[in-house]
């Protein structure tokens, strides 16, 4: 039975006084029946670390230590207080260079400082409309995921790259399609493939999270921008609860 996963990615947002909206969200999701993951800046991990939701960082650096100016290594967003980071962010690799064998080492990495790895993939609009979608989750799910990933310290997040941050969703049966997919992927590389956790991330909200909660699946949602206050949050992990 995979646990169900809310997971917040803010981004570059937040100051300290963000810090209240996990207070918000205590209040009404403090016994929640899923899992619920906040990724906040890493300047903020450390006051995040005593809400009962689990922390995140959103990268990480695939070396422990070392002479690399401005990068954060897993083992110090564990330290911290994080137990997850996100790896292969679209952001990451379109605005860093990230490749698919990064993404591997930092996954890697991840799992070496007991991190669960969040491990994103998903296609531009372009190879989308050329009928490439499938290829590009097959080529990402087999260069971005360790031979050491299992169930427990990985989830896949699928975020089509358009669907980040533009309002626009795929159908139904096009979230569908790629999360069967990535299913199949998985229990064919890994025996306990049917355990890992497949999130949908790309705009998701209140409105649109019950119908994409219902699609078989998808065990939960790396959110964006809603995540950001708890007032829009807290409509999705109850969607998620409810599905
Ligand atoms: C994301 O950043 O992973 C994301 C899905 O963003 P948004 O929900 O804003 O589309």
């Not at 450390?46 to 990480?60: K, L, M, N, Y």
């Not at 941050?165 to 890994?190: M, N, Y």
């Amino acid at each position: 039975m995979r646990r169900k996963l809310a997971a917040g990615n803010w981004k570059m947002n937040g100051l300290r006084a963000a810090r209240a909206e996990l207070d918000t969200l205590e209040q009404r999701h403090g016994d929640a029946g899923v899992d619920i993951l906040i990724c906040p800046p890493a300047t903020l991990i450390s006051a995040c670390e005593d809400t009962p939701f689990d922390i995140g960082g959103q990268d990480c650096h695939a070396a422990v230590s070392g002479a690399h100016t401005g990068d954060i290594s897993a083992e110090m967003l564990a330290d911290a207080g994080a137990s997850y980071v996100l790896t292969g962010h679209s952001e990451r690799r379109t605005d860093h260079g990230e490749t698919d064998a990064m993404v591997a080492a930092k996954s890697q990495a991840a799992y070496d400082a007991g991190l669960i790895a969040v491990i994103c993939i998903g296609e531009t609009l372009d190879e989308r409309e050329n009928g490439k979608t499938l290829d590009v989750i097959d080529a990402q799910l087999a260069g971005s995921i360790p031979d050491s990933a299992d169930e427990e310290n990985t989830v896949i997040a699928y975020e089509p790259v358009w669907a980040i941050g533009t309002g626009k969703v795929p159908t139904l049966d096009q979230i569908g399609e790629v999360h069967a997919h990535i299913r199949k992927c998985l229990t064919e590389r890994f025996s306990d493939g049917d355990g890992m956790r497949i999130l949908y991330g790309g705009s998701v909200k209140g409105s649109n999270a019950p119908d994409i909660f219902g699609v078989p699946e998808v065990d939960g949602a790396l959110v964006g921008g809603a995540s950001l206050k708890a007032a829009d949050f807290s409509p999705i992990i109850t969607a998620l609860e409810n599905s």
